[in-house]
DNA sequence: CAGTATTTTTTCGAGGCTCGAAAAAATAGA
DNA sequence: TCTATTTTTTCGAGCCTCGAAAAAATACTG
């Protein structure tokens, strides 16, 4: 239940929001600061020289501002990369990366380590990630104190509250709570989550103009994922992360899915259902993995002769168009981003899927909607879980006092 | 953008919350008012006793409480009816009715019009609309003084803001500002909700136990409707009331559906679908109406013998199912209410509905996916209605100070 | 029936917070 | 050097919430 505002918690929250600010704006002045918060000019140069005192903001050095006016000239207050860091752990088929970002967004130390994550006992899959974690954290120039939170992605479910991955396609392994895992073994506060929303918070840093309230970045890989931006919140489920789009189902009965079901819409445009179909075999067929490096000679091929390969697009383009439109019957449309190997063949894609959508009730006006596409789905996750990483420390290390009410850490 | 906390708003957010806290519990104590909302007593004391002076709660009478305990006894809070009233207007196929709703929640007066919407020009029927809230404004007995808020609710489509409806199966017309045409007419501030939103709002108010924080309510009648609730609170999309569950895709290419597309939730599972499935009739026939005496007697015939009418709610149940399928994949699955005249025909929809949502990845957990039922949709609506317009005199009305920053009306 | 225990509600002073107005600071132009 | 302009800080006023203590209202007890 809701519970009311006590009078310790306005401050909190406007201190928040004088960080977050920041963090949008860059450089903002202290003016600029009280116009984007409506709060007044007194308030915030009250809050700001706590902050400053604090190391959290830090006045920029005078010079550095563009076009002088007359009058006084503004501050710029930028967050101290020093404040803090955090560290984002991205776990990814095969391929584990770590990195550490300052507190002002910059990656300051990375590691990228190859591992056979299909195969891997669950000991040794949690071992390898609790290494490189601490690898990264034993390194002589890193200041150890500093590292206030840390953020793990995977490919898959995990629940709701961020804690756990819950099912996902580069393990056989299910349920592994890494973010209790790496919070007891290392004392940092940690969260789990979902490949997608990370995509989906990065593209709103990235490109706040284009995906801020509401759009759906989609994952055109092996399988097809989604994370939803929806009146500007990430969008998860009521139980897990939510917003399995590539299960929806696009053919009841259908073709044969990776998650052993039938008519999925990623058992037609998940990269091995192109694959398959490219191939002639059978929708019943066993799902295989396929390279990126394929995949874009697939594509190829399909460019150069309309053949079963330029057909398997077109499945893949009909699948997704009707899943969208579905989607779109209930959120109403909104821009899409497209992003992993098969985004890069989008334009294969493109026409069926706009055909298929015209066909929807939620595609009525499907000539509006806009499709981006960004082929390599990592940076853009590494980003995601660097920016929500920090997103957690704005919000609880630096606003003090009393703690969240509902609070999942102990302190 | 969001926007800091001033020191007025503090207050109004905390009356909200008191006044909030009663509703919910009838007639809480100070005590436990303190409790829920997690203020301080002294803090529930003083706006307790600015909001009986100023009329809106009022301390019930002593001796009113049930087990006397030892200890000063409590005094119980609750509503003053007379504080403010509202009214609500539900416009359905062929019928308009609106109530007069007191500040506990009481019907204080009706009136309902049959009309034949279905072929009335746009002016007579908001001539109709306008009249008949004339009719109630006017009566001798009412305080019109005391009506703060209109919410209306009609079937079908209304923009995300509640001012407008922009499509609907009662009528022809299109894009009728009906909440801004209520409010020039009457200078009452008005809302234009959707039928299923209101539906899913009145779930929440009478069994809370049930229907809190994520649940559906789906409307089985001549078309298919969803009110969904997340979070706890209403899901809209982006531009419009959102949550067309009827109108996402079943069978691309199938069926054809009252919205002129094809395969449809919908057209294989609206009174119209399973009329015409029962009939035998193809799936390219053009929907028509079939009234709710029609609709109880196919299903008295399917249960009598396995034959056509049978098989209609079969695949009724699959393309619920289904849709329910893909819907879970997105949102993880809820408990379910179903509304409306074949609701009441839900033994008949249930066993497919199960088979197939069990076929989908967000029907992992099928058994444990709960389905209530509920035949009359109307007393929902307007219940949901009212629950909304006197939220709206909750935290808009009672809670002084600065207007909402992004209000929409003008004081 | 008076006194005690118990629970609810109110009162009161302290401490914080934000705000508006005015002052101070810092610069460009005249 | 002086003035106009813009940004930032300072300061007192006004609210708000809180905790502690007091007051109020009742049941129990002998």
């Not at 005192?53 to 002088?68: D, R, V, Y």
């Not at 910059?106 to 949690?126: F, K, N, S």
């Not at 890193?142 to 898959?156: E, H, K, P, T, Y």
Request: proline fraction near 5%.
């Amino acid at each position: 239940m809701s519970v009311g505002i006590r009078h310790d918690d306005l401050r909190r929250r406007n201190r928040a929001m004088v960080i977050s600010a920041v963090r949008r704006a860059g450089q903002p002045s202290r003016t600029e600061i009280a116009a984007t918060t409506g709060l007044s000019h007194s308030t915030i140069s009250a809050i700001s020289s706590d902050l400053i005192a604090e190391g959290i903001l830090a006045e920029s050095k005078p010079g550095e501002t563009g076009a002088l006016k007359r009058g006084r000239p503004q501050v710029g207050l930028g967050l101290n990369p020093e404040a803090a860091a955090v560290m984002t752990v991205v776990l990814s088929l095969n391929f584990l990366s770590v990195a550490v970002i300052d507190y002002a967004g910059q990656v300051v130390a990375e590691e990228q380590r190859r591992l056979d994550t299909l195969t891997m006992p669950r000991d040794e899959l949690i071992g390898e990630c609790t290494a490189i974690v601490r690898r990264r954290l034993e390194d002589p120039d890193l200041d150890v104190q500093s590292i206030a939170r840390i953020a793990m992605g995977i490919q898959g479910i995990t629940d709701s509250q961020a804690r756990a991955m819950l099912w996902s396609p580069i393990t056989p392994l299910t349920d592994i709570a890494f973010a209790d895992i790496l919070e007891a073994e290392f004392g940092i506060p940690a969260t789990m989550e979902n490949d997608c929303n990370m995509m989906a918070v990065a593209l709103q840093w990235r490109q706040p103009e284009r995906y801020r309230d509401d759009f759906i970045a989609i994952l055109l890989s092996h399988g097809i994922g989604m994370g939803l931006v929806l009146k500007g919140e990430l969008f998860t489920g009521t139980h897990s992360s939510g917003g399995e789009f590539g299960h929806m189902i696009h053919r009841p009965g259908g073709a044969l899915c990776r998650c052993g079901r039938r008519g999925c819409v990623e058992a037609y445009a998940g990269n091995y259902a192109i694959w398959r179909n490219a191939s002639m075999m059978s929708e019943d067929a066993e799902p295989v993995d396929v390279g990126d490096a394929d995949m874009r000679a697939l594509a190829a091929r399909a460019r150069e002769t309309d053949g079963p390969e330029r057909e398997a697009y077109r499945k893949a383009g009909e699948a997704l168009g009707f899943g969208l439109g579905s989607l779109f019957a209930l959120i109403d449309p909104a821009p899409v981003a497209m992003v992993g190997v098969s985004a890069a063949a989008f334009d294969l894609i493109e026409p069926a899927l706009r055909e298929a959508i015209a066909q929807t009730a939620g595609g009525q006006h499907s000539k509006s909607i806009s499709f981006d596409t960004e082929p390599n789905e990592l940076p853009l996750i590494r980003e995601g879980c660097a920016m929500r990483a920090l997103g957690f420390v704005d919000q609880e290390i630096f606003a003090p006092g009393i703690q969240a009410r509902s609070g999942k850490h102990v302190a």
